[in-house]
């Protein structure tokens, strides 16, 4: 076995541990600004789904892919699509209400129906989505 270095093979290419998200859009999804950030050092290409729409996206990730497969330096740019689950809004309190662990607590989706065990929401699905047992997160402000 030989102890020196010259005849170990080494990767001494540094590789670097944290990645660039650039989230794309209307201000960068044109292929000359995809090219330039994937070039600069981007490590994913991220686009908000709650933003533009389909057509737009898709062509984000059309010139992404095509990006890396004309690449050659082997870094190849992830796409990550971040998508947003539904926002449940509720109804006006006639005043806070403070909730005991254990409580027994009543949603509903009747429109203006807020009382001290019960609160509107804005979410006409809320009864087929939600289960008896399920968590709810319920943002207090």
Not at 15 to 40: D, Y
Not at 114 to 138: K, M, Q, W
């Amino acid at each position: 076995v030989s102890t020196d270095a010259t005849s170990q093979a080494v990767d001494a290419t540094p590789r670097r541990k944290t990645k660039i998200v650039c989230t794309i859009g209307p201000s960068t999804n044109t292929r000359e600004m995809i090219w330039k950030l994937a070039e600069t050092g981007m490590n994913v290409a991220r686009m908000n789904m709650s933003h533009g729409d389909h057509q737009s996206h898709q062509k984000v990730i059309d010139l992404v892919k095509e990006y890396n497969a004309q690449n050659t330096d082997g870094n190849t740019v992830a796409i990550m699509l971040d998508t947003k689950g539904p926002e449940v809004r509720s109804g006006d309190l006639p005043e806070p209400i403070m909730l005991a662990e254990g409580q027994e607590f009543n949603f509903t989706i009747k429109r203006g129906v807020s009382t001290e065990d019960t609160v509107s929401v804005n979410y006409d699905d809320f009864i087929s989505d939600v289960e008896a047992g399920d968590i709810l997160l319920v943002d207090g402000e």
